[in-house]
């Protein structure tokens, strides 16, 4: 019986255009990293960076899946934040993988135009060079999520999908998984299972405690391994400028 491909659905993309993205600055000024690179938001995403690097003792390359539990607490502007920090270590190279094939928005916030990207990458429609673009900052890449599938899970939770996370990990020196709110679907959980590690992330004074404990614990449950939190917008003196 022949192999049934995923149906993709929704408006088709065009193939990404070699090198268009590398000179289209980054514009939003969520993307401290680049706007704001001696505040304290910056310094706070190079100290999850350091961590994340500590718990990582042999140095081996390394896929995390980075979600919340529910929309709107800033995992893909922290996903963007930490893959810059990232970036500023010699060596290392990042790919930003958008893995939220509902509502994608790596590339929106990277000013750069939809192109084919994860979802024909699962279809077998494109390759990994195909797919993979360079952006401004040195060392970051992106995989955009490409044209929206009927069933997202059904292309996120196969083997395909961990035989890509395998090669792609074996290019580069971290993947960081931008995915859907763990709590609305059930992708977080499939990808989380498969990554080297989770981050869960947190903005301060909205999201319940009980919304944070049950996402973990689900994520957990399902075989995900929880590295911690990133909290985002607490409210901390921004001392940084006494030491510039």
């Given at each position: 019986?022949?192999?049934?491909?995923?149906?993709?659905?929704?408006?088709?993309?065009?193939?990404?255009?070699?090198?268009?993205?590398?000179?289209?600055?980054?514009?939003?000024?969520?993307?401290?990293?680049?706007?704001?690179?001696?505040?304290?938001?910056?310094?706070?995403?190079?100290?999850?960076?350091?961590?994340?690097?500590a718990?990582?003792?042999?140095?081996?390359?390394?896929?995390?899946?980075?979600?919340?539990?529910?929309?709107?607490?800033?995992?893909?502007?922290?996903?963007?934040?930490?893959?810059?920090?990232?970036?500023?270590?010699?060596?290392?190279?990042?790919?930003?993988?958008?893995?939220?094939?509902?509502?994608?928005?790596?590339?929106?916030?990277?000013?750069?135009?939809?192109?084919?990207?994860?979802?024909?990458?699962l279809?077998?429609?494109?390759?990994?060079?195909?797919?993979?673009?360079?952006?401004?900052?040195?060392?970051?890449?992106?995989?955009?999520?490409?044209t929206?599938?009927?069933?997202?899970?059904?292309?996120?939770?196969?083997?395909r999908?961990?035989?890509?996370?395998?090669?792609?990990?074996?290019?580069?020196?971290?993947?960081?998984?931008?995915t859907?709110?763990?709590?609305?679907?059930?992708?977080?959980?499939?990808?989380?299972?498969?990554?080297?590690?989770?981050?869960?992330?947190?903005?301060?004074?909205?999201?319940?405690?009980?919304?944070?404990?049950?996402?973990?614990?689900?994520?957990?449950?399902?075989?995900?391994?929880?590295l911690?939190?990133?909290l985002i917008?607490?409210?901390?003196?921004?001392?940084?400028?006494?030491?510039?």
């Amino acid at each position: 019986m022949a192999k049934r491909e995923p149906n993709l659905s929704g408006p088709g993309f065009p193939p990404a255009v070699p090198e268009e993205s590398l000179n289209v600055p980054i514009r939003r000024e969520e993307i401290a990293m680049v706007h704001s690179p001696q505040g304290l938001i910056a310094e706070q995403f190079r100290g999850l960076r350091n961590s994340i690097q500590a718990m990582n003792t042999d140095g081996a390359s390394h896929t995390l899946v980075v979600t919340s539990a529910l929309p709107g607490e800033g995992k893909t502007v922290s996903t963007l934040n930490l893959a810059v920090a990232m970036a500023e270590v010699p060596g290392l190279h990042v790919l930003v993988l958008d893995a939220d094939l509902h509502n994608p928005s790596v590339e929106k916030f990277l000013g750069l135009p939809r192109r084919q990207g994860l979802s024909e990458l699962l279809s077998g429609k494109l390759t990994i060079d195909q797919a993979v673009r360079g952006t401004s900052i040195e060392g970051v890449s992106i995989l955009g999520a490409g044209t929206p599938p009927r069933n997202p899970s059904e292309l996120l939770g196969s083997d395909r999908m961990k035989t890509v996370m395998n090669r792609l990990r074996q290019r580069f020196s971290y993947v960081l998984i931008d995915t859907p709110a763990a709590l609305n679907v059930s992708d977080a959980s499939l990808l989380g299972a498969m990554a080297d590690g989770i981050l869960l992330v947190v903005r301060m004074g909205s999201t319940a405690r009980y919304h944070v404990q049950r996402t973990h614990n689900t994520l957990e449950a399902l075989g995900g391994n929880v590295l911690g939190t990133c909290l985002i917008d607490a409210n901390q003196p921004d001392i940084s400028k006494e030491y510039s």
